[in-house]
């Protein structure tokens, strides 16, 4: 019998949608780091360069990067599982173990990344629960032979048997 709950279809459906793993990472006036795992991240817009992720309103985070002039969006490595878990992991010091690093613009990077995107905050929309957050982009570092973790049914997994030219894609 299909489901009739709209929400559990609506989640598990998503599930299947493969994603990237990203930390963001911020810097409050305090001088407080700040970061969360997402997968919710994804380019927007060429010119001007944009990326944007969503961060769930309720996230003890979501001040802070609300807030925030600019983030940093660590995309991590197949062999970075641990940081993902541990950047989703409530009621922690996500950064005692000491494996970010000041890096672009001098907010927490993660050394080894599959790709860094360095951005100021373009803007902050509405997304319902979740508020977007659109960068624009100042620096993007990306470490060649570093495969992208990918997040896909509820479990991370690496790319695998990609074919690598997609006419017209970019
Ligand atoms: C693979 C993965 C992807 C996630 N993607 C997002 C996301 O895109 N947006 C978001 O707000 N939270 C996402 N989360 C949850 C956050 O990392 C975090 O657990 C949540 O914000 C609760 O954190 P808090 O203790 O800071 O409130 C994701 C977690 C995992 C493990």
């Given at each position: 019998m299909p489901d009739t709950d709209p929400n559990l279809d609506f989640t598990r459906a998503m599930a299947r949608v493969p994603g990237p793993v990203v930390v963001a990472t911020t810097v409050d006036a305090a001088g407080r780091r700040w970061g969360f795992t997402a997968s919710s991240f994804t380019s927007v817009s060429l010119d001007p360069p944009l990326v944007m992720l969503c961060l769930d309103r309720?996230?003890?985070t979501h001040g802070a990067f609300t807030a925030a002039g600019s983030f940093l969006v660590n995309v991590l490595a197949g062999d970075q599982r641990e940081i993902a878990v541990r950047f989703a992991t409530?009621?922690?010091?996500?950064?005692?173990?000491?494996?970010?690093?000041?890096?672009e613009l001098g907010l927490p990077g993660v050394p080894g990344a599959a790709v860094r995107i360095a951005c100021t905050m373009h803007a902050v929309l509405d997304g319902g629960d979740h508020s977007i957050l659109v960068g624009r982009v100042l620096h993007c570092a990306s470490a060649d032979g570093r495969e992208p973790l990918l997040y896909v049914n509820r479990g991370f997994g690496r790319p695998a048997g990609l074919d690598l030219a997609v006419p017209g894609g970019r």
């Open positions: 309720g996230a003890s409530s009621g922690v010091d996500r950064f005692a173990a000491g494996d970010t690093a000041p890096l």
